[in-house]
């Protein structure tokens, strides 16, 4: 999904601030928070003297009830044969709210807190399993640890029906257990849709050469959804198409279905491209059982309609015609199988044929500002698009930081950059346009393609899920405070400012490298402005350093000069590094909830110290090889030969670190995920660079994605010439060249 809409909205200005809720104020912290709430003096002690009923509940509200209560709270609590005293009720019966509308009412919920009783009411068990997850979060310990409540009446419902969340699998695959652990903590907080980007993370019966190795059956993705469904949540498949289809052609069988020759968009020229993409559909389809939506993507689609074989010309107006002649019959064979059409409905699309589409698709972006009139004549239904990552690497840019350092440029990001993703979905939603129509639901985008850990996306989903529920409250500041609390328990400390040091560090990474257009492959196939526009791929990588001459050790350190301000800048950036992984240890310690999430970040503070290392390690080699220039010019072979000895050492023992390191984060990133490009009873992943779009997570078939700038400035050739040079001189000049160390592997 393009940014562009986002970015447009980071133009309006910066939101007023927000007054902390009541709630809140008074120590509690739920996500979202309820629609009306009426807060009483007095507070009710809860302890294990506390019983439950819960006679015609829901198996899946009174089990989370009763679990989380012992987990987060420590609260064994016994069931109840009748209410009474001391009693938590849970009930499904008639409930009257002013206010909600119909279309949630099976959604809303009510929760009175009184000394002595706490009963949550519900008309349907969505409203009673949310309601539930309202009380858990409601619960705090006092100064003696003793958990309570505050007497309180809550009355809460959605203001949004769909509440989606984003999962990218385009570059990797989550294990089932992690997806499970997602959707227990989006049904906490309230999100029930899934869009699951599947791509060739899922095997296809009816073309299984599209699946990757490994992907999920069909027994595996229904697993999933019925664990999902269970908690109220559709995990909705999200298959990229006609365009973004590089996971099916690049296939040899697929290759006479590519438009115009290329991996990116198939040829709806041709029936065989309907007939192939229905399978797909069908085949995830019987793999989803009791999911309502499907969303057939159609996303960034410039150019249908190009291939050669194509009857009508190529034009703007041909073009829509192909694009809404596709979204129809997607539509209608969709349809047929009881599931609702959800797309990305933008350019191409011109309004004629916008007025073509069936008026019960769901239009995830509303990409065109004329699209607004005829969507709203055609009481067609909506999406509010709001994106919590971008083009970020390493980790997203969630909170406002300090400013860019002077002469330092991010591109169209720059606004997202010191503003923060929180506070820009924050408006996204509360402020969007799509409010002049009939939105159905929120989409809380997540994109992977920078190569970011989905663990990364959480405040973000948090947030998506938030407003979806309750658009505009509370302010960003209020959401990250009480998502840390909410996320890793109450005994963490400083997490928000641990949140600005990963994004500090990631950003001071993604700056420190020359952005260079790909060596690799050509510039990619294009956007909207025309083949081979907008969409140029680059690289990270950084000029290596010289190499004295063999014979005089005469040396320009041309590194340390290109690189003078990220080598100035190594020191303070390690020191506050060093610092940042202090306090992810301290918190790991103290958090209750979600650990793992902090080693995922504290991995990435690992990598980005790395980089700190590797800067100063090449400057450092540098200064010694002028030094080696030097004593060589004096005729002192031996001092020579122990800088060049010096130099060399430095970057083997970079190498080394870069090895070690690289194990680390695999073991801790495949405790989330499988192995990346994994070769599985045999069958290896057929790796292709992507040349659609600047992802950098497709350099490589496998996690070495996240090292490929630093090889590519080709450090290890670099040391074995040096060494040869070394030994060389040594022996010209009867030096001893003992002590050149290789590199050696960290256990």
């Known amino acids: 999904m393009t940014p562009v809409l986002f970015l447009l909205l980071l133009a309006a200005p910066v939101a007023a601030q927000y007054a902390p809720t009541d709630l809140f104020l008074r120590g509690h912290s739920v996500i979202p928070t309820p629609q009306r709430v009426e807060l009483s003096a007095g507070d009710v002690r809860v302890d294990s003297s506390w019983t439950y009923f819960a006679s015609g509940a829901p198996a ?8 989380d209560l012992a987990v987060f709270h420590g609260l064994e609590l016994k069931q109840a044969a009748a209410p009474g005293a001391q009693t938590i009720v849970l009930r499904v019966s008639p409930l009257t709210i002013q206010g909600v509308p119909a279309e949630t009412s099976t959604q ?25 997850q309202t009380l858990i979060q409601l619960i705090r310990a006092n100064q003696r640890g003793e958990p309570y409540v505050p007497e309180c009446r809550i009355e809460d419902w959605p203001r949004l029906a769909l509440r989606f969340l984003h999962w990218d699998t385009k570059h990797h695959q989550d294990r089932i257990p992690t997806l499970k652990r997602y959707i227990d903590w989006a049904a906490r907080f309230k999100a029930n849709m899934i869009g699951f980007e599947l791509e060739d993370k899922f095997s296809y019966p009816s073309n299984p050469v599209i699946g990757a190795p490994g992907a999920f059956t069909p027994a595996e993705l229904q697993e999933i959804v019925d664990y999902g469904l269970e908690r109220y949540i559709q995990v909705v498949p999200v298959i990229q198409s006609p365009a973004h289809m ?11 279905l590519r438009a115009d020759g290329n991996n990116y968009q198939s040829d709806l020229c041709q029936e065989e491209t309907y007939k192939l993409l229905f399978q797909m559909y069908d085949d995830v389809i019987a793999a989803t059982r009791g999911v309502d939506y499907f969303f057939v993507s159609t996303d960034e689609v410039y150019y249908a309609g190009i291939a050669g074989n194509c009857k009508l010309p190529y034009t703007p107006e041909n073009r829509s015609k192909h694009w809404a002649d596709f979204a129809i019959r997607a539509r209608d064979h969709l349809a047929s199988r009881d599931r609702r059409m959800l797309a990305w409905i933008e350019h191409p699309l011109l309004d004629g044929d916008m007025k073509r589409i069936p008026n019960d698709v769901i239009d995830g972006v509303v990409g065109e500002e004329s699209f607004v009139p005829i969507q709203k004549r055609k009481g067609m239904r909506q999406l509010i698009y709001a994106s919590t990552q971008g083009s970020e690497f390493l980790f997203p840019d969630h909170l406002p930081i300090e400013s860019l350092p002077p002469g330092v440029q991010m591109g169209e990001f720059e606004a997202v950059y010191t503003a923060g993703r929180i506070a820009a979905l924050h408006r996204s939603i509360s402020g969007s346009r799509v409010w002049r129509l009939n939105p159905i639901g929120s989409f809380a985008a997540a994109w992977g393609d920078s190569g970011l850990h989905n663990e990364t996306f959480w405040l ?14 509370p302010g960003p500041e209020q959401h990250a405070a009480e998502f840390m609390n909410v996320y890793y328990g109450p005994r963490t400390e400083s997490m928000i400012e641990i949140y600005r040091d990963v994004q500090r560090q990631a950003r001071a990474w993604q700056r420190a490298w020359d952005r260079v257009v790909s060596r690799v492959r050509r510039p990619g196939y294009g956007n909207h402005e025309g083949p081979g526009l907008g969409t140029t791929r680059h690289d990270l990588t950084l000029t290596p350093p010289g190499l004295p001459d063999p ?8 590194f340390s000069a290109k690189y003078q301000s990220q080598a100035a800048e190594a020191p303070a950036l390690s020191l506050r590094n060093n610092q940042l992984q202090h306090a992810l240890l301290a918190n790991i310690a103290r958090a209750s909830r979600n650990q793992y999430n902090l080693e995922v970040l504290l991995s990435l503070a690992r990598f980005t110290g ?39 050492n430095r970057i083997a023992r970079i190498e080394a670190e870069s090895a070690a390191l690289r194990r680390y984060l695999t073991n801790v990133w495949e405790r989330s995920q499988y192995p990346k490009g994994r070769t599985v009873d045999g069958r290896p992943f057929l790796h292709i660079l992507d040349d659609t ?33 070394t030994e060389s001189y040594a022996k010209l000049n009867g030096a001893n060249a003992d002590g050149l160390s290789e590199p050696q592997a960290e256990p």
């Open 551 to 558: 014979t005089t050790l005469a040396f320009v350190p041309a």
């Open 460 to 473: 973000g989903w948090s947030a998506g899920a938030r407003w979806g529920w309750h658009p505009g409250t």
């Open 610 to 648: 790395h980089h700190w290392n590797l800067i100063s390690a090449v400057a450092g080699a540098e200064g010694e090889l002028a030094k080696a220039s030097a004593a060589a010019a004096d005729r002192n072979a031996a001092a020579a030969v122990r800088h060049l000895v010096a130099a060399h």
């Open 60 to 67: 899946i509200a009174v089990r989370a009830l009763v679990e």
């Open 693 to 725: 779009k600047d992802h950098w997570a497709d350099r490589t078939p496998d996690l070495g994605y996240m090292f490929y700038p630093e090889q590519s400035i080709g450090l290890s050739d670099w040391r074995v010439r040096l060494k040869e040079i």
């Open 246 to 256: 590089a996971y099916v052609l690049k296939h040899p069988q697929f290759a006479h």
């Open 108 to 132: 809303a919920y009510r929760l009175v807190a009184a000394p002595g009783r706490i009963e949550i009411t519900a008309a349907a068990p969505a409203g009673l399993f949310y309601g539930v």
